[in-house]
């Protein structure tokens, strides 16, 4: 079974079943002494009858959201439990367990938009909503501009797959467009006649509500920092999450395309993303952010992954000691779920970077 985050679990969706593994959440549950949750699902193939079980298995009480997004279950007060496997194919599926006791905030937050106002989305604008909870949210509220609503969920589409977002804007002359998971945790953005990077967005956002600083994880590109203060955190959402609540910050993102708005709530969120920047379109124009994104200077970076079994057993030692030319850094980092090594070196000149891994390569022998 794979573990991801510090809030859940994932797998094949009939091997939860056949192991019975929501009747052991919600047990364990009950004997930690809750005596009352809300659950939630994003509507792919045997989410419900993992809900039904978890349901028929908590003998407390049980607020059911049905077919819904996890920011949407993760901003209930209380004990949630949102079954999804979020980006992941459709075969697989897994619970999220969120607990929010929704203390107010002793921070100054800027003014995002608020989760459930859903009549602050315009309706115009392009969604990809990748077949699962939002799709259903919104459809159901009479949005008409969404595609991938009623599909296999994640399956070619969605935030993982953008090339059918960019097609879809291309052919029908849309100069933007957004894209989520299947979970609507995180999302990507269309803009005229490319996919944003996941700085680019951070640089839209921040300007907008003009924060001085922003937290993101150490993979982000470091050319975001040149208008932006950058707070570095590890990789991971729950990283970025308790950075932002030690630095007293009050946006973070990750390479992923994760975006989080309020520390509290614990999960990104991009309908309020998608909301903050489809107004500003709407107000500004595309010039207006294309204006923005020109603040944003990339430095090059290469990133490359490798099997571990492929590197000699004195690599942890060669890394340590990899002196690095100035200006550029390096982060290196374990796979959580595969035997893999992943190499990140970041520079301001791409000539630079890539003599730094030729001579890196040579010490690990990686051709």
């Known amino acids: 079974m794979l573990k991801f985050g510090t809030s859940g679990i994932r797998d094949i969706t009939k091997n939860l079943i056949k192991d019975h593994v929501a009747t052991q959440i919600a047990e364990a549950l009950s004997k930690a002494g809750w005596k009352e949750v809300t659950v939630g699902r994003d509507g792919r193939t045997g989410s419900d009858k993992l809900m039904n079980e978890f349901i028929k298995a908590f003998p407390g009480t049980v607020h059911n959201l049905g077919i819904t997004t996890t920011p949407d279950l993760a901003s209930q007060s209380g004990l949630g439990v949102m079954i999804t496997a979020s980006h992941n194919p459709s075969q697989y599926c897994g619970f999220k367990v969120y607990l929010n006791h929704f203390e107010q905030s002793t921070l100054d937050l800027p003014p995002v938009p608020v989760y459930h106002k859903w009549d602050l989305l315009p309706k115009d604008i392009v969604i ?32 993982t797959h953008p090339e059918f977002l960019t097609k879809y804007c291309q052919e029908h002359q849309q100069e933007i467009g957004f894209g989520v998971d299947g979970d609507a945790d995180r999302f990507m953005m269309y803009l005229h006649d490319h996919v944003l990077s996941s700085e680019e967005v951070s640089v839209i956002i921040a300007t907008l509500l003009n924060l001085p600083s922003i937290v993101v994880d150490e993979t982000v590109n470091s050319g975001l920092g040149n208008t932006i203060n950058l707070v570095r955190s590890k990789v991971g959402g729950q990283n970025v999450i308790r950075m932002m ?123």
């Open 128 to 159: 990809d909503c990748a077949n699962g909870g939002l799709g259903h949210k919104l459809h159901s509220l009479g949005f008409t501009n969404i595609v991938n609503f009623d599909g296999e969920i994640n399956k070619d589409c969605g935030a």
């Open 245 to 367: 609540q030690q630095s007293h910050v009050n946006f973070g993102a990750e390479k992923s395309g994760h975006y989080y708005f309020d520390s509290n709530i614990g999960t990104s969120d991009a309908l309020d993303a998608i909301i903050l920047i489809a107004n500003a379109y709407h107000e500004k124009g595309l010039a207006g952010l294309q204006q923005i994104l020109k603040t944003y200077h990339p430095y090059f970076q290469f990133n490359r992954n490798i099997n571990i079994t492929d590197l000699p057993t004195n690599y942890e030692d060669i890394l340590a000691n990899f002196a690095l030319p100035k200006g550029m850094r390096k982060v290196i980092r374990k796979s959580g779920t595969e035997p893999l090594l992943r190499i990140m070196l970041e520079g301001k000149k791409e000539k630079v970077v890539m003599k730094a891994w030729q001579t890196l390569a040579l010490q690990l022998n990686i051709k």
